[in-house]
């Protein structure tokens, strides 16, 4: 039955543009870095290692920009335009309404990946680090995304509301993202060092360093920093779950 | 016959408002029912918790001897137009019904052959490769009553069906649904316009309040409320109503 929700889902953001507006953003800001990594004077003076964790911390952060805000209208929009009392008068379970859902966003972080590989392999050019660097930003891409959307999921399932719902997952975006980028010297507290550690988008950016600049290219060598992205996703799937419940428990018309 | 709608005590609040107190109702198989009440009497209210969109707080329902629990079993045996009619403006009626109808399981050839028939009956044929975003009141309408018959349903739930239609689309959505009840569909019309209530149902439930104030036959509700033989629907209506308000 997901599967019905899947596609009709692709065939409406194809129909409306809104992907391919999402996939040529990606590609200007693509291209733009690889551009600036290449031609600018003092940039294209880094290590060819530093051009690809910085390239590759650049698709992984747009990635998870765009999904926030497409996710956050995914399922609220079903809610805001009144289609969802049709749709849940049909045989439908919530659980498969989530998971065509599901898919169709991983289907949007799937194309701006298929967008980045270009890139990824010009930027990498004469290294032997490309497959690593593609399968990484597979890997963790797909585990952040994931737990991205759980949570908006989660979020547009007790709002039901687009404004509300990508508000406060941008807000959570930008508390995880800020401190990931700060530089290292900074995160010397214990504090600072447990919220790095727990934290995705810091744990995003840790394997990939870990992996093209000091060449650990196992799975084995990155588990401190998959882990917690595991535990990341199990987390926001269970918030998700109980929000469902709540859901449930409210109805399809909420009581208010 | 037995009863394919039935419930029992349904209750519903919204903080302290009572929409819907101890509602009872037993509406037979084949029946044409209307149900009729001033605005926020708990029409729709009472819709939503018998197709299972809203919970009841309190109460049973049953829907073709399914209690309200089994959801997926019951959506496959009713058809709704909903209060709410929000549409995928950017489907065509083709896209939209065959969408609908792969929910209900209904695929290929048959699916091709239902939406033809449908779309001929609800006369938007000619329409039918056209973006919904394109249409009319109207013709959303119609197009939302094709997708209630979609998986052809024992029983037809319908909030306002012919609201914001001219006479003439009244009309043609009026015969449908003779039809539909000729055929042996249940259907539970909820409406504000009395005329249509009364030709077309066989039997009336009237809500004031969130209670059912009055059940029967036209004549049994004429008789209950000691009017004349002269005295129209509308005349039991307003005088069931005030009296209750």
């Known amino acids: ?43 294209s003076l880094l290590d060819q290692t530093e051009l690809l964790w910085l390239l590759g911390k650049i698709i992984i952060g747009v990635a998870l920009l765009i999904i926030t805000i497409d996710a956050s209208s995914v399922i609220t929009t079903e809610f805001e335009k009144e289609t969802a009392e049709s749709l849940f008068l049909s045989p439908i379970s919530l659980k498969d309404f989530i998971i065509g859902k599901l898919l169709a966003s991983l289907t949007l972080w799937a194309a701006i990946f298929v967008v ?87 744990n995003i950016f840790s394997s990939l360093d870990n992996v093209l600049v000091d060449y650990k290219i196992s799975l084995l060598e990155n588990w401190q920093f998959l882990l917690p992205l595991v535990i990341f996703c199990l ?14 428990k409210k109805g399809i018309i909420k009581n208010d | 016959m037995s009863d ?54 309190h109460g049973k329902i049953a829907i073709d001897g399914y209690p309200s629990e089994n959801k997926q079993q019951i959506a496959k045996v009713i058809g709704v137009i909903p209060e709410s009619r929000g549409f995928y403006e950017w489907m065509t ?15 290929g050839k048959e699916k091709e052959e239902r939406i033809s028939s449908l779309l001929t009956e609800v006369d938007l044929m000619k329409r039918r490769s056209s973006r919904i975003g394109t249409y009319s009141r109207g013709m959303r309408q119609r197009l939302g009553l094709a997708r209630a018959l979609i998986n052809n349903p024992q029983v037809l739930f319908l ?18 649904l003779k039809k539909l009840n000729a055929k042996g569909v249940t259907i539970f019309l909820s409406s504000h316009l009395l005329n249509e209530v009364s030709n077309l149902c066989s039997r009336i439930g009237i809500i004031n309040n969130g209670k059912l104030v009055a059940e029967g036959t036209v004549d049994e509700l004429r008789e209950k409320t000691k009017l004349g033989k002269d005295k129209t629907l509308t005349d039991i209506f307003l005088n069931l109503t005030r009296n209750n308000t």
Do not use: C
Not at chain 1, 7 to 36: D, H, N
Not at chain 1, 142 to 151: E, N, P, Q, R, Y
Not at chain 1, 152 to 173: E, H, M, P, Q
């Open chain 1, 1 to 43: 039955m997901f599967t019905h929700i899947w596609k009709k889902e692709i065939r409406g953001a194809l129909y409306t543009w809104k992907s391919m507006l999402w996939l040529v953003i990606s590609s200007l800001l693509f291209s733009f870095t690889s551009y600036l990594l290449l031609t600018n004077k003092e940039l």
């Open chain 1, 116 to 202: 980045s590989i270009p890139y990824i392999l010009v930027t990498s050019a004469g290294s032997h680090l490309a497959l690593a660097f593609l399968e990484y930003v597979a890997l963790l891409g797909t585990l952040g995304v994931v737990g991205l959307i759980f949570l908006i999921f989660g979020i547009s399932l007790l709002y039901r509301s687009s404004k509300n719902t990508i508000t406060t997952a941008l807000i959570i975006l930008l508390a995880f993202a800020t401190p990931a980028l700060f530089a290292s010297n900074l995160k010397n507290d214990i504090v600072s060092q447990a919220f790095s550690r727990a934290n995705p988008i810091d």
């Open chain 1, 235 to 248: 987390i926001t799937f269970t918030f998700l779950f109980w929000s469902a419940k709540q859901f449930e």
């Open chain 2, 4 to 57: 394919i709608i039935s419930a029992e005590n349904l209750s519903k609040s919204y903080g302290a408002t009572k929409a819907v107190d101890g509602l009872n109702l037993h509406i037979r198989k084949g029946e044409f029912f209307g149900f009729l009440g001033p605005n926020g009497a708990g029409k729709t209210t009472t819709i939503r918790m018998l197709t299972g969109i809203l919970k009841p707080d």
């Open chain 2, 93 to 107: 009626a083709v896209e939209y019904l065959g969408f609908f109808a792969e929910l209900y399981g209904i695929v």
């Open chain 2, 159 to 176: 909030d306002e069906p012919t609201l914001g239609l001219d006479p003439q689309g009244q009309e043609d959505i009026q015969l449908l």
